[in-house]
């Protein structure tokens, strides 16, 4: 009747979907704050995507790109926040 | 002049590697000379980079500990999973019954694991995230969503009392 | 039951797997509609890590012993310690920085 290919599709589509949610507050959110918080979101979302394309195309690197984005994201995001408290990155 | 925990923490850094280079049949991955000793340069750099963050020098009665973490860490998931169904009610609900206010309390935890341990349960639990931490006093800084969940948090203090079992310190009163 | 492909595993899995894309539908939406910022991160904060908890938890149960169910189990284990930190820094760099929070009665921010 159905195949766990359709599964996956029906998944990422309902993801990608999602993040066009997302967009509209990355958009206009009022003041900085509320933007980095989307970005942050979408970047979370979009490595549950990349597990899901994974699977889709039955190839298994994605895992590791998903895992790489990861720390990308995080890293971006504590950056970010860093720099609008203190107004600087590194105090040399 | 090396330090124990710094080769401790070469050969974590070293065991990920060999994972991260296995393929799905088992024993047919990247392990030929080239890619062992690729491995290894990196997982130098990588310590000397980082040498006394994952894990310091100064934990005692660490198998205690990480036993007795590994009996919180199902505790902490049921209460995630209530978390959201309470964020999840309160989102979709055509009112929206949320109060939010800011809270502060006081705890008699002091060592970083502890510190980070209850900051990141406090943020997974049903209705508070953590602001600030003041090492010094053992101060947190919550913002909560609903009266209901910052009484959960400052008068039944369940939480202080299972993270302080864990760490070994005393109990988690104000 | 359903046909030649798809059996018990794959039930349990498709239920982690559905689980999963409503609390993150449940996440974006709390992202449009609470009224504040700090509110806003309550919803993403939390609702956002078990989403992605459960959907990768479906995916392991999905694929059996293997090397990717080893990766896919410390991605899970990344995204549970790494999401409520970058939570808590960006709430921090906005209270410091003088956002009032919202008390209940005033208008939307």
Same mark, same amino acid.
């Given at each position: 009747?159905?195949?766990?290919?359709?599964?996956?599709?029906?998944?990422?589509?309902?993801?990608?979907?999602?993040?066009?949610?997302?967009?509209?507050?990355?958009?206009?959110?009022?003041?900085?704050?509320?933007?980095?918080?989307?970005?942050?979101?979408?970047?979370?979302?979009?490595?549950?995507?990349?597990?899901?394309?994974?699977?889709?195309?039955?190839?298994?690197?994605?895992?590791?790109?998903?895992?790489?984005?990861?720390?990308?994201?995080?890293?971006?995001?504590?950056?970010?926040?860093?720099?609008?408290?203190?107004?600087?990155?590194?105090?040399? | 002049?090396?330090?124990?925990?710094?080769?401790?923490?070469?050969?974590?850094?070293?065991?990920?590697?060999?994972?991260?280079?296995?393929? =799905?049949?088992?024993?047919?991955?990247?392990? /030929?000379?080239?890619?062992?000793?690729?491995?290894? =340069?990196?997982?130098?750099?990588?310590?000397?980079?980082?040498? /006394?963050?994952?894990?310091?020098?100064?934990?005692?009665?660490?198998?205690?500990?990480?036993?007795?973490?590994?009996?919180?860490?199902?505790?902490?998931?049921?209460?995630?999973?209530?978390?959201?169904?309470?964020?999840?009610?309160?989102?979709?609900?055509?009112?929206?019954?949320? /109060?939010?206010? =800011?809270?502060?309390?006081?705890?008699?935890?002091?060592?970083?694991?502890?510190?980070?341990?209850?900051?990141?349960?406090?943020?997974?639990?049903?209705?508070?995230?953590?602001?600030?931490?003041?090492?010094?006093?053992?101060?947190?800084?919550?913002?909560?969503?609903?009266?209901?969940?910052?009484?959960?948090?400052?008068? /039944?203090?369940?939480?202080?009392?299972?993270?302080?079992?864990?760490?070994?310190?005393?109990?988690?009163?104000? | 039951?359903?046909?030649?492909?798809?059996?018990?595993?794959?039930?349990?899995?498709?239920?982690?797997?559905?689980?999963?894309?409503?609390?993150?539908?449940?996440?974006?939406?709390?992202?449009?509609?609470?009224?504040?910022?700090?509110?806003?991160?309550?919803?993403?904060?939390?609702?956002?890590?078990?989403?992605?908890?459960?959907?990768?938890?479906?995916?392991?149960?999905?694929?059996?012993?293997?090397?990717?169910?080893?990766?896919?189990?410390?991605?899970?284990?990344?995204?549970?310690?790494?999401?409520?930190?970058?939570?808590?820094?960006?709430?921090?760099?906005?209270?410091?920085?003088?956002?009032?929070?919202?008390?209940?009665?005033?208008?939307?921010?």
């Amino acid at each position: 009747m159905f195949e766990m290919v359709d599964v996956f599709l029906v998944v990422g589509i309902s993801i990608g979907f999602t993040i066009l949610l997302c967009l509209y507050r990355a958009v206009r959110g009022p003041g900085v704050f509320n933007q980095i918080a989307a970005v942050n979101v979408i970047g979370t979302k979009v490595i549950v995507l990349l597990v899901a394309i994974g699977y889709i195309f039955e190839r298994p690197m994605f895992v590791d790109i998903a895992l790489l984005y990861a720390g990308l994201n995080f890293v971006g995001t504590l950056v970010m926040a860093k720099y609008l408290e203190r107004g600087e990155i590194c105090s040399a | 002049m090396i330090k124990r925990s710094t080769v401790a923490v070469f050969i974590v850094m070293f065991a990920f590697w060999v994972l991260l280079s296995a393929c =799905i049949k088992p024993l047919q991955g990247y392990y /030929d000379p080239i890619h062992i000793v690729v491995g290894m =340069i990196c997982a130098a750099i990588a310590t000397s980079v980082s040498r /006394d963050l994952l894990i310091t020098g100064k934990e005692n009665m660490t198998l205690r500990k990480t036993f007795r973490l590994l009996l919180y860490i199902p505790w902490e998931l049921w209460q995630i999973v209530l978390a959201n169904f309470d964020v999840a009610y309160r989102v979709l609900h055509p009112k929206m019954p949320i /109060d939010p206010c =800011i809270i502060e309390f006081d705890t008699t935890l002091r060592s970083d694991f502890a510190l980070t341990t209850l900051a990141n349960s406090i943020t997974l639990t049903p209705g508070t995230i953590t602001i600030d931490v003041e090492p010094e006093r053992g101060r947190f800084l919550v913002h909560a969503i609903a009266s209901k969940a910052a009484d959960a948090l400052l008068v /039944d203090q369940t939480m202080q009392n299972k993270v302080a079992h864990v760490y070994m310190e005393e109990g988690g009163g104000e | 039951m359903f046909g030649i492909g798809i059996g018990v595993t794959d039930i349990i899995s498709i239920i982690f797997m559905a689980g999963g894309v409503f609390f993150m539908v449940a996440g974006a939406v709390g992202l449009l509609r609470l009224p504040d910022f700090y509110t806003r991160l309550h919803a993403t904060g939390k609702c956002d890590t078990l989403g992605e908890v459960l959907m990768i938890t479906g995916c392991m149960i999905f694929q059996g012993w293997s090397f990717v169910s080893v990766k896919l189990f410390f991605l899970i284990f990344f995204i549970f310690m790494a999401n409520p930190v970058g939570t808590h820094a960006i709430m921090k760099a906005a209270y410091y920085t003088g956002l009032k929070p919202w008390k209940k009665g005033e208008g939307r921010r």
